[in-house]
């Protein structure tokens, strides 16, 4: 091959392109060849690496005669490369292959050739190199990854994108997809559910060179399989360049991990109501005092025990004991939050126990108390135990715990002394152990059931406070409501409303105030002296918000022939906002029967100019806070200024309640506010007293 050109040719290389270009291929690393396409591939070019692949040099494949380069390849290898190199020819494209030689000193290495023929000059040009070393490394991985295929666990091999690049048979039978199907695929896509914990894995692995722990993944099905996992990071040393890679090897352990759950729920879960038992409430117990002593927060015990249930056993036999504490078991759970837990101690005994998540004792025993309840009153309702109907009931203990001096043995043993002092009070009930808590449980459960007795026994009045104008004038009054105990004490609704609202007995309340305000409005309106006057009847939220509130009213107006427009009621801001759309709406209902509407205690809740515009408001009323200084704390004066110069500017009357003096009153009439209530022109008093002091003043 000559590497000169004649001098006339303006592109022909120099002598110093020449001489680099010899330069370039004595060092690539194998050899650049122009040969003729014969059988033997006589050689007219070889450039001088071919030294280091065959041990031969360069010049003896040109000039010693004998020496061909096809007779270094191996007889078996040399057909089916002349073949190969043939098919390419023939199709007109370059040829790619792949043989073994013996070189000049007897070792067989691999030759790795790429060539093309050149037409123009009829031969064939190429570069070949020795692949030894990577044919060698080729074998190894091909006898690898057929032991690979045989082990029974999952093998997989991803890149440091997540994408799978190995999926031996193992994994096919753990996961269910064909190696075809999970070639390319991301690992933390294909199987994994929970992403952290593959993060985790490979965030360690990267740092460590390796991570093992157990994983849950996601099967070709969906079904999750439980492994033991091995993570390995190959650092490709030997081959630079290469990528990285991660070996992962896992071991199904679903079997093992589903005995580990039947021996633990055997030790910790009651194999009947399927409970946590005894040694698992003990556990979460002290679990819970230490918790408790940490953080300062409090909790509760209950120790709950079936009233007679020996009677169902020795009656109805086993089978149906059995069902009913199954049932039992439902109930209570529904009683508590999650986080709480409701265990079985054995034979008819459960205990609830409701984590250390308040901030004192009273907060817990509060907490404790409406569960205490929920208990009681779930049992209480009737079991259907197959074609048996069955009512039972329950004696609950309860103790608070703060985990400072409470110990595992001292909490049980106040919460089964406390169950014993409910069997004692009649069973159906529970008792607190702390004394301060059940003092104060036992005063609410009295007050309580002292507003049953209260309704049940007509022991409620209405005192009626009235309301004036500038003139001195009365135009109505305030039902007051009054509790006159059967010792004569009597009790203001601050006493006692409160409990009414919790308890749900303000509804009932609540019907009897109106019922009978509406009966002395009617009287009022067949006498001439009170003819006009209006009567203003608080609302408590629970009440208005009532289905069927005013269905009640109108049942009501027709019991007691009053004309509603003489009716004022007189609704909290907290009512109007909490509910919107149902306060409008019940609002607009009433507003069409003649009713008007207050906005009592203005000024002390969530005032909106919103809702003020939005809803039929007939009135503001300022609260008895302000007034108390209004004379002498300019915040407050400042205060009741503009609630007065607000019910001008929507064109509502503002009243004020709780005026005790002259002063407050001129304050406010030279504020603009002529409408009062207060001490300064009477108490509330009872029906009959009210009418004497109208009629008194004509």
């Known amino acids: 091959m000559s590497l000169t050109q004649p001098v006339s040719d303006p592109s022909?290389?120099?002598?110093?392109?020449?001489?680099?270009?010899?330069?370039?291929?004595?060092?690539?690393?194998?050899?650049?060849?122009?040969?003729?396409n014969d059988s033997e591939w006589s050689m007219v070019f070889i450039s001088d690496g071919i030294e280091k692949v065959t041990g031969y040099s360069a010049a003896a494949f040109t000039t010693q005669p004998g020496l061909s380069f096809a007779s270094i390849i191996l007889p078996e290898d040399r057909d089916q490369m002349h073949a190969a190199v043939a098919i390419a020819l023939a199709q007109n494209q370059p040829f790619q292959v792949t043989y073994r030689i013996r070189t000049a000193d007897g070792r067989i290495r691999w030759i790795w050739e790429q060539g093309a023929l050149n037409r123009q000059a009829g031969m064939l040009e190429g570069f070949l190199a020795d692949f030894t070393r990577v044919k060698h490394a080729d074998l190894v991985m091909l006898e690898q990854a057929s032991f690979l295929q045989q082990a029974r666990d999952a093998i997989i091999a991803m890149d440091m994108t997540s994408r799978i690049s190995y999926w031996n048979h193992?994994?096919?039978?753990?996961?269910?997809?064909?190696?075809?199907?999970?070639?390319?695929?991301?690992?933390?896509?294909?199987?994994?559910?929970?992403?952290?914990?593959?993060?985790?894995?490979?965030?360690?692995?990267?740092?460590?060179?390796?991570?093992?722990?157990?994983?849950?993944?996601?099967?070709?099905?969906?079904?999750?399989?439980?492994?033991?996992?091995?993570?390995t990071l190959l650092a490709p040393d030997a081959v630079p360049g290469a990528c990285q890679k991660i070996l992962v090897i896992g071991?199904?352990?679903?079997e093992r991990k589903s005995s580990e759950a039947k021996i633990f729920r055997?030790?910790?879960?009651?194999h009947?109501?399927?409970?946590?038992?005894?040694?698992?409430?003990?556990?979460?117990?002290?679990?819970?005092?230490?918790?408790?002593?940490?953080?300062?927060?409090?909790?509760?015990?209950?120790?709950?025990?079936?009233?007679?249930?020996?009677?169902?056993?020795?009656?109805?036999?086993?089978?149906?004991?059995?069902?009913?504490?199954?049932?039992?078991?439902?109930?209570l759970e529904g009683c508590v939050r999650e986080t709480d837990m409701v265990a079985r101690l054995g034979g008819d005994e459960f205990v609830v126990l409701i984590r250390p998540v308040d901030e004192s004792r009273a907060v817990a025993a509060?907490?404790?108390?409406?569960?205490?309840?929920?208990v009681v009153a779930a049992l209480a309702a009737p079991f259907q135990l197959g074609e048996l109907h069955y009512t039972l009931s329950v004696s609950v203990g309860v103790v608070?715990?703060?985990?400072?001096?409470?110990?595992?043995?001292?909490?049980?043993?106040?919460?089964?002394?406390a169950m014993y002092q409910a069997k004692a009070a009649g069973r159906n009930t529970f008792r607190f152990h702390d004394p301060a808590a059940q003092a104060a449980w036992l005063a609410r459960a009295e007050l309580e059931s002292g507003l049953r007795r209260a309704l049940q026994r007509h022991e409620f009045v209405l005192h009626y406070q009235p309301q004036l104008d500038r003139w001195g004038h009365v135009i109505g009054a305030e039902a007051l409501l009054r509790w006159r105990q059967p010792d004569g004490k009597v009790l203001l609704p601050p006493d006692f409303i409160r409990i009414a609202e919790e308890s749900g007995l303000i509804i009932e309340i609540g019907a009897w105030v109106m019922r009978t305000a509406c009966r002395e409005l009617a009287r009022w309106q067949r006498q001439p002296a009170t003819a006009g006057l209006t009567l203003s009847v608080n609302v408590s939220a629970r009440q208005f918000t009532e289905p069927d509130f005013v269905a009640l009213l109108e049942t009501i107006f027709a019991e007691t022939g009053v004309q509603p427009s003489g009716l004022r009621l007189e609704l909290t801001e907290s009512l109007v906002v909490t509910d919107f759309t149902l306060a409008a709406q019940t609002m607009g209902a009433l507003k069409q029967q003649g009713l008007s509407f207050s906005l009592d205690d203005f000024g002390t809740g969530y005032s909106s100019l919103a809702y003020l515009r939005k809803l039929p408001l007939d009135q503001l009323k300022i609260d008895r806070s302000f007034m108390r200084d209004v004379l002498t704390?300019?915040?407050?004066?400042?205060?009741?200024?503009?609630?007065?110069?607000?019910?001008?500017?929507?064109?509502?009357?503002?009243?004020?309640?709780?005026?005790?003096t002259a002063g407050q009153r001129q304050f406010l009439a030279d504020a603009g506010c002529h409408l009062y209530q207060g001490f300064l022109y009477q108490q509330a008093v009872s029906g009959e007293t009210f009418t004497q002091y109208v009629t008194g003043m004509h």
């Open 12 to 36: 022909a290389p120099t002598r110093s392109d020449a001489l680099s270009l010899d330069l370039l291929l004595s060092n690539l690393p194998g050899a650049a060849y122009r040969c003729r």
């Open 170 to 231: 193992g994994a096919e039978r753990l996961y269910g997809w064909r190696a075809q199907e999970a070639m390319g695929k991301r690992f933390c896509e294909l199987l994994c559910d929970e992403q952290a914990h593959y993060e985790t894995a490979f965030a360690h692995t990267l740092a460590d060179g390796e991570w093992s722990g157990e994983l849950a993944h996601v099967r070709r099905d969906g079904s999750k399989v439980d492994t033991d996992t091995r993570w």
């Open 251 to 254: 071991t199904d352990i679903s």
């Open 266 to 270: 055997l030790a910790f879960f009651d």
């Open 272 to 331: 009947l109501t399927d409970l946590p038992n005894r040694a698992n409430l003990l556990d979460q117990l002290r679990r819970a005092l230490v918790g408790s002593a940490r953080s300062g927060k409090c909790g509760a015990l209950m120790f709950c025990d079936l009233d007679n249930f020996k009677y169902l056993n020795d009656s109805q036999g086993h089978a149906a004991g059995d069902l009913l504490l199954q049932a039992v078991a439902r109930r």
């Open 366 to 374: 509060a907490q404790a108390e409406t569960v205490a309840k929920k």
């Open 400 to 417: 608070t715990l703060c985990g400072l001096q409470d110990t595992v043995e001292s909490t049980l043993r106040q919460a089964d002394a």
């Open 633 to 660: 704390d300019q915040n407050d004066a400042s205060i009741v200024r503009s609630i007065i110069a607000l019910g001008e500017s929507l064109g509502l009357e503002v009243m004020a309640e709780g005026v005790e």
